[in-house]
């Protein structure tokens, strides 16, 4: 029955039996984490062949090349075609990175602000103001570099199908707005997927800033929880079609396809972005770590090993979503929730009351159960209506999560029948 | 016998002697490479066990850490313990950084221009004018960085005993100079070690800018070529008598001990200085390879085996050392240059005759031996008196330094007669 059309006297005995329920999981001492997108150590198994690799002669070799030794700044050749075939991205577009594409992308930013783009009016440091757009929900690490770098964050919907473009083609109309952060395909943590019609009008608006970019961070671009995945269209090929391919900064690692804390990162940028971007990076570094690429080209062989790979990390990472939804499929009788169903990724977006996120969060940590902070997915960490909860299912074990998941829907019903009661 | 005591017709025929030779390498066709410090293949096998080790559990595991996932900004326990025992910087100053040491000097000055360091009175990019003291002969890619940064590169002279200090006493009284490079042990290319007297005086000097910085890269801190290796006072603990260890930022690595492309690079900072960075570069990245880490920490297992590895490859290289050393005595006799005569690190610095250094350089070139480029060992690539190469004998093979050094001999013979007979 749904809980706005119970009586006071039926919630309040509702009330009743949720907190002994509350207060026999607070009486169990949990200690579960369901906050952060991190792997659980049986995906992290699914890679031993990668981490376990001999890297003696020839595999430490690419042609006639000692990887041992310094040098290539751009990334092994077999690395970049390794991604290009992953993505669908032009292999001369790739640079390749360390062990996190968040590094990429903030040094694009650092680089952006010394010295501007190549066709920056001047390095954005020098600007009077600049801004960024955020789509919200979102990632905090996203929001929390363009914050540290001193932007002015502006919130823009997410909607089912993308960002909420009317409201971003209006912004990108004030010269001070230079960027928007992109998770374009399962989009942490909606876990929707932009579609063609979104990534066009990403592509051709128009921008009164001529050096706008879009930071493109496709991070979980082959991550499906099933065979009929999300396609997400080549941002790249549209926006050339506009002469705007100069616009796309695009980011990838293979952190949540081997390992997050020895993966390796990738961006990919057009030849004009590339031609400034190189001597700046051939300043900060010989190289990164060629041996590590190695180990993911050997590890891999082939594309249908990754597809393969991905497959089973999909298919663990596919029953800890189900239960999690069937949990709170469990709620929809009640109707005091909404909550995404992605088809990948690592994330589902709860949308709670209005004003009783933090209460759930407060509940649940009570009872032993950390969840992604309420207003993580906000700029500056505020979720101005204060209903959107991230679940990330993958870290904690079946049990674990079994557990959460019921601790979850007694804290959630408590604090819709608290909101209703008051 | 000196050549400048030579009449100019034993000149000539020392000449055409010299020339015939020379003609002779030429058409050997030879490619040699003695211009980048850059260890050999026979050195990286040295470390096999490093790059062959299977990180399987428990080795992929810190205490209950499993270093396969995210996290730990500051690297792992054991490996800023390594580097603590290591160079005698205490573990807490030590940040873990991913492959390069470069790219921790080259973010540290980003940081510097987009925010200032916390004692800055601001960020550096908004300073009217900022400069950098470069120590000559110094390491080319040092320069480039600051050059790269919009700094006015200082050029100041190296002494046997460590950098002019009158020079750089004088230069610090200047506001706008906010920092210099030191490599202070085997410096690149001189190959001398700072002295105590050095250090001291660079710790407690007096500097306008209240946030200056000294570099300190010491590249080479355990790079002895034989038992009695140089001693580097500890600029910490120095600069700690007079309150300024905040001057010090402290760098090193992995990448010349194991692999120069899958090292591990690390910064030392005091805590006022970590304080500040942490934040950013908690922006920057989730963490650094700890799967590396580890690595050098299984490989390794103890300090005694580091000193026992170190001394392998001090012995490989002791010999190239040697050889090249017994090649620049023969031109004794003739008193036509001068060279150090390192105890460790990477580099002899060739002093020739003013003006000849260029010339000796493509003399090489065209017989088929790369050099450093003249000029590389000072800013902007312009050595004001072309005097000076910098000679890396690592990379080549035994029989291919033999040969670089002979045609070497050639080259600097015919150049200084070409010089005497202008």
């Known amino acids: 029955m749904k809980y706005r059309e119970m009586s006071r006297e039926q919630l309040q005995k509702e009330k009743q039996l949720l907190e002994n329920k509350y207060e026999e999981y607070c009486a169990m001492g949990l200690k579960l984490d369901l906050s952060r997108g991190k792997p659980n150590g049986e995906q992290l198994d699914v890679s031993e062949g990668f981490y376990t690799l001999s890297m003696q ?5 690419s042609g006639n090349m000692d990887c041992r030794n310094y040098g290539v700044l751009e990334g092994l050749p077999e690395m970049r075609a390794f991604f290009a075939d992953l993505l669908g991205v032009p292999k001369e577009n790739i640079l390749i990175g360390g062990n996190s594409s968040l590094q990429l992308m903030f040094d694009s930013l650092m680089r952006a602000l010394v010295f501007g783009f190549f066709n920056s009016p001047k390095p954005w440091l020098q600007e009077e103001k600049r801004k960024w757009i955020c ?5 905090d690490r996203h929001f929390r570099i363009t914050e540290q770098l001193g932007f ?27 960027g928007i952060w992109c998770v374009p395909k399962y989009s942490n943590p909606t876990g929707n997927t932009y579609t063609e019609e979104i990534v066009r009008r990403l592509a051709k608006m128009e921008c009164a800033a001529p050096d706008f970019r879009i930071m493109w961070d496709n991070a979980y671009a082959v991550h499906d929880l099933n065979e009929k995945g999300d396609i997400l269209p080549d941002i790249f090929a549209i926006a050339k079609e506009y002469g705007n391919e100069d616009r796309i ?3 990838s690692s293979t952190s949540k396809i081997t390992l997050p804390g020895a993966g390796v990162a990738m961006m990919a ?4 972005n590339r031609k400034q971007i190189l001597p700046i990076l051939g ?3 010989i190289g990164y770590d060629k041996i590590n690429q190695l180990r993911h080209i050997h590890f891999f062989e082939n594309s249908e090993r990754v597809h393969a790979h991905m497959m089973r990390l999909g298919r663990m990472i596919g029953h800890k979503f189900a ?6 499929e469990s709620l929809a009788p009640m109707d005091i929730a909404e909550w995404t169903k992605p088809n990948g990724g690592y994330f589902i977006t709860l949308k709670l009351k209005t004003g009783s996120a933090k209460r ?16 993580a997915t906000h700029p500056h960490g505020i979720d101005p209506t204060d209903s959107v909860l991230r679940l990330a299912p993958t870290y904690p074990s079946h049990e674990e999560l079994q557990l959460g998941c019921e601790v979850l829907s007694v804290c959630v019903r408590l604090a819709a029948i608290e909101t209703l009661l008051k």
């Open 323 to 328: 239960k999690t939804l069937g949990t709170l």
């Open 152 to 178: 002015e964050l502006i919130s823009v919907d997410m909607k089912e199908d993308g960002p909420d473009m009317d409201a971003v083609e209006a912004l990108v109309k004030d010269p001070a707005v230079k």
């Open 249 to 251: 900064l695009y980011f």
């Open 360 to 375: 759930v969060y407060d509940l649940m940590a009570r009872a032993g159960v950390v969840l992604t902070p309420a207003g």
């Open 135 to 139: 789509v919200v929900p979102g990632y």
């Open 269 to 272: 940028a057009s030849e004009a």
């Open 57 to 61: 002669k020839p595999l430490c070799m």
């Open 283 to 285: 300043s900060q570094t």
